[in-house]
């Protein structure tokens, strides 16, 4: 394992600044948008993202930027990877992702700007393939492999996904793609990954959703919570389709079975996308463009997102930075095969430091209790809750109800029977400023559904920040006495899990009273029956370590 001389002072950064995030991914400064690329190559693991080396805000000459890891949770920023200054990329060097070719040689597949601000496809390789750091790329020199075809915007032509490799032997690789209204996938097939061939009918479409952005399309274990390599093709696995839809900015995931033994090669949903509430999705928070990759080091899936900011672009200049990546996810079909779990890296927990636990305290209606004994700027909170009897749960019709309009901070305050319940993060003393997560039970004519919300309308003080409520409504257990919430909280960023990691929520918050220190953490219960807290384990988190190497 190579070491490298790096400047480890790029922590301070974070210290002057009380929105700079401790343990969540940026880098040094400028604006960060879609993670592109992550692989794990002889040791090291390889994070790519889309990044405006000039400013705080997107650019006109957009560039890759390129950090390594041991863990995926400290890391070291290199010089840029892939920068616009060819045919094929002149005009900026747009998403896309990387595939390890047999032999161990990886390969980037992304999208470049080109002179006639067309969208092409385009591909780069290692200088080096002894260098664990893969600091220097060049682009093979017929590139654009890949042009918009006919059926297809060429302003809307972008994101390859990661290639897999078909039992024919060709490789494959995705495109997302517009044409008018519908939204397309295109499937590209090749021999030998230089020459590329279009398939004449899309892999996958929409209507009514205009341009299909970061598609992903890997297989998942039926009975495993393993990863499984992109590549991988039989009856032990199903696969899933993920796309970013642009117009909606969220992303959704479909389960399905791919089709590749016949003329048209596709993907074929288990459930067809209606533009509801209820379409799966990773994240329904501020959560975009996500990109995963298979760890072969640990047998793992893993799943990034990108986190904007939700204050002015002028407050962006001024700070010098936007934009966040997620904490990496390993995620697993869950046993039922209908949905995704997802969870922070074991990885993580490495950054826990000191520790506080509470068992078997009941919260009764209208009461809260503080979290004593944490940094609550900076935590990782665990918390289980024993349930009352579901039987008590008052009646809703799922269909008749939109989770984000039910969700208002007023709604959280409200008495209910099973909930209000959660937490109160990054609130201040008082309780004017509180980023409010939080359960409420409900039953149907023939089942037990549960609201998870994450509502930020009181989260800062400052007016000109955008105070989204985001919420969900999933199935639970009939049988059900407990439910599980955990959070991360870093400073301007909150990733909840609720349910063991079936729903996850993202927030950016801004607040102006509950910064570092005075940031306070409460548990608290706003229904009418009472809720146990069966075990709730909180911990401060130490920082990350970020820095940059030395380049002579």
């Not at 863990?71 to 200054?85: E, G, Q, V």
């Not at 302003?155 to 519908?182: H, L, M, Y």
């Not at 047998?299 to 997102?305: S, T, V």
Request: proline letters at 5%; glycine letters at 6%.
């Amino acid at each position: 394992m190579e070491n490298i001389t790096k400047d480890a002072s790029l922590n301070s950064i974070n210290n002057d600044q009380p929105y700079r995030t401790w343990y969540h991914f940026q880098p040094p400064k400028n604006w960060m948008n879609d993670p592109n690329g992550p692989m794990y190559y002889k040791g090291v693991y390889h994070f790519f993202y889309q990044h405006n080396p000039d400013g705080a805000t997107f650019g006109k000459k957009m560039v890759w930027g390129h950090s390594i890891s041991y863990d995926l949770i400290n890391w070291t920023h290199l010089k840029h990877a892939i920068r616009p200054d060819s045919i094929g990329d002149i005009n900026s060097c747009f998403s896309g992702s990387a595939t390890i070719l047999p032999g161990e040689k990886p390969v980037i597949l992304y999208t470049g700007i080109d002179g006639k601000k067309h969208q092409v496809q385009n591909l780069a390789f290692p200088k080096n393939l002894l260098d664990p750091f893969l600091r220097e790329w060049e682009k093979h020199p017929q590139n654009p492999v890949m042009t918009p075809p006919s059926e297809v915007e060429e302003d809307n032509f972008r994101d390859p996904s990661t290639a897999w490799q078909g039992k024919d032997g060709k490789w494959r690789v995705v495109i997302g793609a517009q044409n008018g209204d519908e939204g397309k996938a295109i499937l590209y097939k090749s021999d030998d990954f230089f020459d590329w061939k279009v398939d004449p009918n899309p892999f996958f479409a929409t209507d009514g959703t205009g341009v299909c952005e970061c598609p992903d399309f890997f297989p998942v274990y039926v009975n495993s919570t393993n990863g499984v390599d992109t590549s991988v093709e039989n009856s032990s696995v199903r696969h899933v389709f993920k796309i970013s839809y642009l117009r909606r900015h969220h992303d959704y995931y479909f389960i399905g079975s791919y089709v590749s033994d016949s003329d048209k090669e596709k993907f074929v949903p288990d459930v067809k996308y209606t533009g509801s509430w209820k379409e799966l999705r990773f994240d329904y928070g501020n959560f975009y463009a996500s990109k995963s990759f298979f760890d072969y080091a640990k047998n793992r899936r893993i799943l990034w997102g990108w986190v904007e900011e939700n204050d002015s672009r002028q407050d962006s200049i001024e700070r010098g930075w936007a934009g966040l990546q997620t904490i990496p996810r390993k995620f697993w079909l869950d046993k039922d095969g209908k949905q995704l779990m997802q969870w922070p890296i074991e990885e993580l927990e490495k950054l826990r430091d000191n520790q506080i636990n509470i068992t078997g305290e009941t919260l009764l209606g209208g009461s809260t209790l503080e979290v004593q004994g944490i940094t609550a700027s900076q935590a990782d909170v665990e918390v289980l809750f024993e349930l009352p009897d579901l039987q008590n749960a008052e009646l809703i019709d799922p269909s008749e109800v939109d989770p984000q309009i039910l969700c208002s901070e007023q709604y959280a305050s409200r008495n209910g029977i099973i909930g209000p319940f959660g937490l109160l993060a990054l609130a201040s003393k008082d309780q004017t400023e509180k980023t409010a997560i939080f359960f409420r039970i409900y039953r149907t004519l023939d089942k037990y559904v549960c609201l998870m919300c994450s509502d930020q309308s009181r989260s800062s003080l400052r007016q000109e920040t955008e105070k989204t409520t985001y919420a969900t409504i999933f199935d639970i257990d009939p049988n059900l006495k407990t439910i599980s919430l955990r959070t991360l909280i870093d400073r301007s960023i909150i990733e909840s899990f609720g349910d063991g990691g079936k729903v996850c929520i993202t927030s950016r918050v801004y607040p102006s009273l509950a910064i570092e220190k005075d940031a306070h953490l409460y548990v608290f219960n706003n229904g009418s029956q009472s809720v146990v807290i069966s075990k709730l384990n909180a911990w401060s988190m130490k920082q990350a370590e970020f820095g940059m190497e030395n380049i002579i």
